[in-house]
Nanobody, 118 residues
Framework: QVQLVESGGGLVQAGGSLRLSCAASGSMLTFTAMGWYRQAPGKQFELVARITSSGANYVDSVQGRFTISRDDAKKSVFLQMDSLKPEDTAVYYC?????????????WGQGTQVTVSS
C-alpha cells in the first residue's frame, strides 16, 4: 500500500522560507508526475507545482519564489518555498501519479500546514 508522508510545514514570517518534503513508502511504483497542491480557507483547491520528466510548472502566484524538485531513487518530491507571503498560508498536499499498474492512479499525502505571518 502506497503512503505519501509529508514533512516540513510550520509557521514562518513573511519573507521567510520553508522546504516541504514528501516520500512514498511501501511502493514499487514508478511515479510519472509528482506535485504539490494547497487548500487555503475559503479558496479553491489548487495546483501549486508539478514535475514530470518533461519539466516543472507552477501556478502564477508562486512563479519565481517556489522550486519543485524530485529524487526518483528515493521516490520523493520537494518544494522549496522562498519569499513567502501571508497568502501562501494553506494546507499543502503532496501528490504522486503512477500508471505502473495499468491505470493511472493518483496518490495523496495527509497534508501539512504552512502558516505565513505578516
Amino acid at each position: 500500500q502506497v503512503q505519501l508522508v509529508e514533512s516540513g510545514g510550520g509557521l514562518v514570517q513573511a519573507g521567510g522560507s520553508l522546504r516541504l518534503s514528501c516520500a512514498a513508502s511501501g511502493s514499487m511504483l514508478t511515479f510519472t508526475a509528482m506535485g504539490w497542491y494547497r487548500q487555503a480557507p475559503g479558496k479553491q483547491f489548487e495546483l501549486v507545482a508539478r514535475i514530470t520528466s518533461s519539466g516543472a510548472n507552477y501556478v502564477d502566484s508562486v512563479q519565481g519564489r517556489f522550486t519543485i524538485s524530485r529524487d526518483d531513487a528515493k521516490k520523493s518530491v520537494f518544494l522549496q518555498m522562498d519569499s513567502l507571503k501571508p497568502e501562501d498560508t494553506a494546507v499543502y498536499y503532496c501528490n504522486a501519479g503512477s500508471a505502473t499498474t495499468g491505470a493511472y492512479v493518483d496518490y495523496w499525502g495527509q497534508g501539512t500546514q504552512v502558516t505565513v505571518s505578516s
